[in-house]
């Protein structure tokens, strides 16, 4: 089964509220991505994180990755109606025989109210 | 212009009609993979292919397969379609050799079975 959880599963917010997506992975992951999916789009990759406790910025856009490597989150501050859209988290397994396979997360729809 | 195309856009099928979707992309890729997308459940891996004429099981290769015999091209085949098969698909690919980098996607096939 799926073994990247991601929660909450819908999030609405009124325009200028924070937002916030968890992902939990129940093996350590070698790295994760996050994606955005604009409503009838397809995913466009955001940002990859590698390392342990490893955190990024793009603008209004904070990603960490938790120390053990099992975890991550994307916080989005202040938000506005162009981040409307579902976001994934995918994590490649530090597995030896599965190094090659893509585990996403189920993925949090966020709704802005203007 | 960088891309990967699939064809066709939408689909529909009866239950046993085998069908092929294409992929293809234009980036020199080496790692291209195939997902589906369903309510409440994100993306699942199908197959992924780390190179030419290596391919390997994702998280739900029941029903379907794929060949790598061209790096620019990765079909999807279902030998024997069945409703449980009606599905959003997207193909995508990156450049990364070790594993899976940052996924480029196509616009997605919509598949219906009827």
């Known amino acids: 089964g799926q073994q990247v959880m991601q929660i909450p599963q819908y999030q609405h917010v009124q325009e200028g509220e924070d937002f916030t997506t968890y992902c939990n992975s129940s093996?350590?992951?070698?790295?994760i991505q996050w994606y955005k999916q604009r409503p009838g789009g397809h995913p466009v990759f955001l940002i990859q994180l590698v390392k342990s406790g490893e955190v990024k910025k793009q603008k209004r856009l904070t990603f960490q990755f938790g120390e053990a490597k099992k975890n991550s989150s994307l916080h989005i501050t202040a938000t506005q109606t162009t981040d409307v859209g579902t976001y994934f988290c995918a994590g490649r397994r530090l597995i030896y025989n599965q190094g090659g396979k893509l585990i996403f997360g189920q993925g949090t729809e966020l709704s802005v109210k203007p | 212009e960088a891309q990967v195309t699939q064809n066709p856009r939408y689909l529909i099928t009866v239950t046993g009609k085998k069908l092929t979707v294409t992929c293809s992309q234009n980036?020199?890729?080496?790692?291209m993979s195939w997902y589906r997308q369903d309510p409440g459940l994100g993306l699942r891996q199908i197959y992924y292919s780390m190179n030419v004429e290596v391919t390997d099981k994702g998280d739900v290769p029941e029903g379907y397969k794929v060949s790598r015999k061209e790096k620019r091209n990765f079909p999807l085949i279902l030998e024997s379609p069945s409703p449980n098969q009606t599905s959003l698909y997207f193909c995508?690919?990156?450049?990364?050799?070790?594993?899976?980098?940052?996924?480029?996607f196509g616009d997605g096939t919509r598949l219906s079975i009827l």
């Open positions: 093996t350590t992951l070698s790295n």
């Open positions: 995508a690919s990156s450049s990364h050799r070790a594993g899976p980098g940052p996924q480029h």
């Open positions: 980036m020199n890729h080496e790692y």
